[in-house]
């Protein structure tokens, strides 16, 4: 398991009964057509004071936390590992990055030539060497691409400060919304927060979409494997007649059987098991009755066959006549059906009393 995915675990474990009590208030008071959209609500966060202060890493955490909880909210049913982390990194970053002194501490991490030059000018003396131009110029690689990386960082969060500048301009009506100007600086303050909200939104609806697709899937796996389990029966049962027919050893029979993965469905001839022997049944199945069914024409309880519902005991009925099915049978027990086909023999020959 790589990192991200156990620090992803280890916040799953904390986040999640922080989260449920807000989704089911979701689920309960928020309507279904209006509760996927909820992470438009995180946009103006940043620059509202709701969260309080921004920068560094309680802003981080605040905005991380505040993007998880929109999208967990947005689909109720959604696990913490279904949540989109990408998304909320982002916004977590964006609440690092928001702070009024973010870019100006983030340049003061640099090694630049005009950085250590105030550093020596501010510090100087004895203790300090003086830095030359030449040496500021032949810093490792590894040290220009830090510095370049924080100069990136300062200037995005000047970006991030300077639309939330511009929105709360726009809110005290400083920068008039209905004017051209005014609405072209409004879409470029929110452009960033619009895209990534508008991402978690379509994941929302999508989230819900995907697990029906599952569900449905895996519903209909489950109805051709029990089709195919009814095929396979029906083959297993005429390869073994035919067989018989033609006087092919009953040992080869199963052995064929077992070859075409069908060992499973074998069943012995009743000639064999006439002279003793183990019928094979112990899972069930269908029973050879040289073409005689069980005599139910007075009504009774089957306790043979492969499995429920597998339609592989042969049966004749009259009309007017019913058939309950095996889960009738399990309920009349609590459970048993050995005990539900005692009550419903009782009922039965009570009710055929009164008849």
Do not use: C, W
Request: hydrophobic share 40%.
């Amino acid at each position: 398991m790589g990192l991200f995915s156990k620090a992803k675990r280890a916040v799953g474990k904390i986040a999640k009964p922080i989260i449920k009590p807000f989704q089911k208030i979701s689920d309960k008071f928020l309507p279904n057509e209006l509760r996927p959209f909820l992470p438009y609500a995180t946009m103006f966060l940043p620059g509202s004071g709701i969260l309080g202060a921004m920068g560094g890493a309680g802003g981080f955490a605040k905005m991380y936390a505040a993007n998880m909880l929109s999208q967990a909210m947005g689909d109720p049913e959604a696990e913490f590992e279904d949540l989109s982390q990408l998304s909320g990194i982002l916004s977590g970053a964006q609440g690092a990055l928001s702070g009024p002194t973010s870019a100006a501490d983030l340049r003061g991490m640099k090694s630049s030539p005009a950085q250590a030059r105030d550093l020596y000018n501010t510090m100087g003396g004895p203790g300090l060497k003086p830095v030359t131009e030449s040496a500021l110029k032949n810093r490792s690689l590894l040290t220009k691409t830090g510095d370049l990386g924080l100069e990136g960082l300062a200037k995005g969060s000047e970006y991030l400060t300077g639309n939330i500048d511009t929105l709360q301009n726009i809110g005290s009506g400083e920068i008039d919304l209905f004017t051209k100007e005014g609405a072209k600086a409004a879409g470029r303050a929110i452009a960033p927060d619009f895209i990534k909200a508008s991402a978690d939104t379509s994941l929302n609806i999508a989230r819900p979409a995907m697990r029906k697709f599952i569900e449905d899937d895996l519903a209909e796996q489950a109805q051709i494997e029990e089709t195919t389990t009814a095929d396979e029966s029906e083959r297993a049962t005429l390869q073994m007649k035919f067989m018989r027919q033609a006087g092919i050893p009953e040992e080869t029979v199963e052995e064929t059987l077992i070859v075409n993965d069908l060992g499973d469905y074998y069943e012995p001839p009743v000639e064999a098991a006439a002279q003793g022997g183990i019928i094979g049944l112990k899972e069930g199945g269908m029973l050879n009755f040289g073409g005689r069914e069980m005599d139910l024409r007075t009504g009774g309880f089957v306790p043979i066959g492969r499995k429920e519902r597998a339609d592989d005991v042969p049966a004749r009925l009259s009309k007017n006549e019913f058939v309950m099915t095996a889960d009738a049978v399990r309920a009349a027990g609590g459970g048993s059906v050995n005990e539900g086909a005692k009550r419903m023999y009782e009922v039965m020959n009570n009710l055929e009393a009164r008849a």
